[in-house]
């Protein structure tokens, strides 16, 4: 079973940036599409990236322009680059597989909050 381990979460002000990163363990990492979830408090998850095997990285309209999936099968790794971060964009970060894939335990996530 692959596990998912978010880190690179933390305080930043309003226009900053941060690189979320997502270890996976195990060797089926490379034949799933990959996603980056958040979770609001009291809302629901919510996918916000998506970076398939074979096709276009796709992204939630509120991202868009400002977050940068990609991915490294080499290191079994995940990334978000979130640039220009607003108030709405705290939320815990997960990694999981794409909503077409089976779904893999969740991580523990990583938090970011934006602030000022």
């Known amino acids: 079973q692959v596990q998912l381990v978010e880190s690179g979460g933390g305080l930043v002000q309003p226009g900053g940036s941060l690189r979320l990163s997502c270890a996976a363990s195990?060797?089926?990492?490379?034949?799933?599409?990959m996603g980056w979830y958040r979770q609001a408090p009291g809302k629901q998850r919510e996918l916000v990236a998506l970076?398939?095997?074979?096709?276009?990285?796709r992204y939630a309209d509120s991202v868009k322009g400002r977050f940068t999936i990609s991915r490294d099968n080499s290191k079994n790794t995940v990334y978000l680059q979130m640039n220009k971060l607003k108030f709405e964009d705290t939320a815990v970060y997960y990694c999981?597989?794409?909503?077409?894939?089976?779904?893999?335990?969740w991580g523990q996530g990583t938090q970011v909050t934006v602030s000022s």
């Open positions: 999981n597989t794409g909503p077409e894939n089976p779904t893999l335990d």
């Open positions: 195990g060797s089926s990492f490379k034949i799933y599409s």
């Open positions: 970076i398939p095997r074979d096709a276009d990285t």
